[in-house]
T-cell receptor, first 113, second 110 residues
Framework: DAGITQSPRYKITETGRQVTLMCHQT?????MFWYRQDLGHGLRLIYY???????DKGEVPDGYVVSRSKTENFPLTLESATRSQTSVYFC????????????FGQGTRLTVV | GQQVMQIPQYQHVQEGEDFTTYCNSS?????IQWYKQRPGGHPVFLIQ?????EVKKQKRLTFQFGEAKKNSSLHITATQTTDVGTYFC??????????FGGGTRVLVKP
């Protein structure tokens, strides 16, 4: 199906482990974004990408790594998970022009124990 | 940090009443977008405003962009339980970052 999908939807991991959250979109959108949403907080931008092989930091990038070798995929890796990274993670994509809407994935609920 | 501020952070509304939520920026915005996130869901695009003073309506929702393009408002009339959720405004920041305000969480009392 066309759209933007995240996997897994739910993940429990232990402190110190590496974990990768996947994001895949089928529209060939130029821009992709990763956000985290914590209880009582809004959406905070972690990293974003303007195109394949172009990524940049957002508001809260520490502890995260991204890559974008293909336009349709934008994985987010927590190199050594900490409890403070327990959150709901949303991936989003949008087209290349300024006045376009962003489409969000269903989210990944990550718990670090 | 965030450059758009949303107020109020929480809004408890009696069903049938009207309310307004505001989005304020310290800088001039090229455009502003509004999204709605239902409880347990993901943000969904509602509308985009581009022109100074622009007003757009979607049924019971009225969106306005300020004359100076530094603020925006969302007014909902005759609130229904389906309006429950968090409403976010966004701005396209430098380098095409898409950052969000803190959101207004709307709770409806039946």
């Amino acid at each position: 199906d066309a759209g933007i999908t995240q996997s897994p939807r739910y993940k429990i991991t232990e402190t110190g482990r590496q974990v990768t959250l996947m994001c895949h979109q089928t529209w060939s959108h130029s821009y992709m974004f990763w956000y985290r949403q914590d209880l009582g907080h809004g959406l905070r931008l972690i990293y974003y990408s303007a195109a394949a092989d172009i990524t940049d930091k957002g508001e809260v990038p520490d502890g995260y790594v991204v890559s974008r070798s293909k336009t349709e995929n934008f994985p987010l890796t927590l190199e050594s998970a900490t409890r403070s990274q327990t959150s709901v993670y949303f991936c989003a994509s949008r087209g290349g022009t300024e006045n376009t809407e962003a489409f969000f994935g269903q989210g990944t609920r990550l718990t670090v124990v | 940090g965030q450059q758009v501020m949303q107020i109020p952070q929480y809004q408890h509304v009696q069903e049938g009443e009207d309310f307004t939520t505001y989005c304020n920026s310290s800088t001039t915005l090229s455009n502003i977008q509004w999204y709605k996130q239902r409880p347990g869901g993901h943000p969904v695009f509602l509308i985009q405003l581009v022109k100074s003073g622009e007003v757009k309506k979607q049924k019971r929702l009225t969106f306005q962009f300020g004359e100076a393009k530094k603020n925006s408002s969302l007014h909902i009339t005759a609130t229904q339980t389906t309006d429950v959720g968090t409403y976010f405004c966004t701005q396209k920041a430098a380098g095409n970052k898409l950052t969000f305000g803190g959101g207004t969480r709307v709770l409806v009392k039946p």
